[in-house]
């Protein structure tokens, strides 16, 4: 009888690992059970909280989901409609702030009734916010008048995390983070390094830290200490998503557990892609949206006239490109913008047309992400650019059309350049970035929430940022997953959010490890019974 095991997800934003976890299935059966989520900001709990709700129904959400997401109906009383689902969400998703003394007292009650329940069939799985850790907090933070690395909590939210491992001492956990942890340091010593302490002492030195993708040498190695930071760090982009995201990911695995796996397990626990997903794999099949005018008046007619004569500057001025590819961007510049004058409608936001994804979109990425029901994209509509930003996206997404590449501060046009004392010297040097249709996106961020400019659309017609639903995409979020919030809150969560499709493929390879530990203690049972 397959065993099955209790997820508790601790910092879980929208909820992007346990919707990885939770999608497993072998033999008919999900192996992994979603019994706790926890996350304090108010938006990403709500969206928490309805994406439980939809997994109530094994799959097959009710057709009222289906007919809010189309926009047929206003969001319904999903507690009056279907009491006992919702119950069960409410149950699942708490909003707490791990750490405080009123989240300590709340979440021990929740851990203890847990592991009543399971016991230790259990799997722990998470993060501690990244703030302090990521390069551009840090770059932050080194700004900030007074900060002390050693006074910021934010460094040592992971304790609690260790707190809570120690208390339930699972089968196995999973914590996600920044790359920047990797070189992080309080008081010149490495933060990595203490967390790879702290997690191997826990319970007495309990637990086996395991790379999913080590360089070099087996999972299991018989000698004292930990693998390699570096083996630590999972490159998303190598594992089927179509973005570059590179993430410290640390699988830990109970010491009777893993006695049992040694010659069991090869070196990568998730193999690599044929190849590389790129934007046009799963942007291309989108429909096309204008972006919006930020200040006065926004009208689809008014958007293309000055499009349309920002197009046609733009192909006058000097682009630094060599000839062939200097007369190449001209002419396609001049040929958008009189396309553009004549083309239909082009809206802002996605009504009744749905679509798939691009044609070499592999099967199973295509089958996560599109749901056929659905008849419009959610969180799909474009925000406003001020003029002058237009211009610097017709210029950017072309010039990477053209050249392979986005360009740099220096590779603008003079006419182009923002009001920025520290333009040239720089610093800015990736200050407007576009996405390539042949290429994994660039790493989505939370930052995506300010401005757009480093998420330009690879398409230069439509001039804009990408939406939300098409950072959701990069981050393989499934169609039908809906962010709750404002637009800002929502590019937020999408961009500190795990990719749910390769949270999919870590929980199959720690679902492989646990089934090989059960095969090999039953067979050492029946060996001793001989």
Not at 246 to 272: M, Q, Y
Not at 401 to 406: F, M, W, Y
């Amino acid at each position: 009888m397959q065993t099955e095991f209790a997820i508790v997800d601790l910092f879980a934003g929208p909820g992007g690992l346990a919707e990885g976890f939770s999608s497993v299935r072998k033999d008919g059966v999900r192996p992994f059970r979603v019994v706790l989520s926890v996350e304090k900001e108010d938006s990403a709990f709500e969206t928490l909280r309805l994406r439980s709700f939809v997994r109530q129904f094994d799959g097959r959400p009710p057709p009222d989901y289906y007919r809010f997401l189309n926009g047929e109906i206003p969001e319904p009383d999903w507690m009056s409609a279907y009491p006992a689902e919702w119950k069960c969400a409410c149950l699942e998703t708490v909003k707490l702030e791990l750490g405080s003394p009123k989240g300590i007292a709340e979440i021990d009650i929740r851990l203890r009734q847990i592991s009543n329940r399971f016991g230790r069939n259990v799997i722990l799985i998470g993060g501690p916010p990244c703030q302090a850790y990521s390069l551009v907090g840090r770059a932050r933070n080194r700004g900030t008048e007074g900060y002390e690395a050693s006074r910021d909590h934010r460094h040592f939210l992971y304790r609690e995390y260790i707190r809570i491992l120690q208390q339930l001492m699972p089968a196995a956990f999973v914590m996600e983070n920044v790359k920047g942890l990797l070189s992080s340091s309080v008081n010149g010593e490495r933060v990595f390094d203490q967390v790879l302490d702290d997690l191997g002492r826990v319970g007495g030195g309990s637990y086996k830290l395991i790379p999913l993708t080590p360089r070099f040498g087996p999972v299991f190695s018989s000698g004292a200490g930990h693998p390699p930071a570096y083996d630590f760090v999972v490159k998303a982009e190598d594992h089927g998503v179509p973005q570059s995201r590179h993430r410290v990911i640390i699988v830990g695995v109970r010491a009777d557990i893993a006695r049992n796996l040694d010659g069991l397990v090869d070196a990568a626990l998730i193999p690599k892609s044929d190849r590389a997903v790129t934007v046009q794999d799963v942007l291309k099949g989108m429909p096309r949206l204008r972006s919006g005018l930020s200040s006065g008046e926004d009208d689809e007619d008014l958007w293309k006239a000055k499009s349309s004569q920002i197009m046609r500057q733009v192909a006058k001025m000097p682009t630094g490109l060599a000839a062939r590819e200097n007369e190449a961007f001209r002419k396609r510049a001049g040929h958008i913008a009189s396309a553009l004058a004549k083309t239909g409608r082009i809206k802002r936001r996605s009504g009744g047309n749905y679509s798939g994804v691009g044609a070499r979109c592999p099967a199973d990425l295509k089958r996560w992400l599109v749901d056929a029901k659905l008849k419009c994209f959610p969180n799909n509509e474009t925000r406003g650019h001020m003029l002058a930003d237009l211009g610097r996206y017709f210029f950017a997404s072309l010039y990477g059309r053209v050249a392979g590449v986005s360009p740099k501060a220096k590779d603008f046009p003079r006419e182009l350049a923002p009001d920025h004392r520290n333009w040239e010297t720089g610093k800015f040097a990736d200050r407007f970035r576009v996405q390539l249709w042949r290429q994994p996106s660039t790493t989505i961020t939370s930052h995506i929430s300010k401005d757009g400019h480093y998420f330009i659309h690879p398409d230069p017609i439509q001039c804009r940022s990408l939406t939300v639903r098409e950072a959701a995409r990069l981050q393989t979020f499934p169609d039908n997953y809906l962010f709750k919030g404002n637009r800002t809150e929502q590019y937020v969560q999408v961009g500190n959010a795990v990719p749910p499709f390769l949270a999919r493929k870590i929980a199959g390879a720690l679902l492989g490890l646990l089934t090989s530990a059960q095969s090999s203690t039953n067979r050492e049972k029946l060996r001793k019974a001989s």
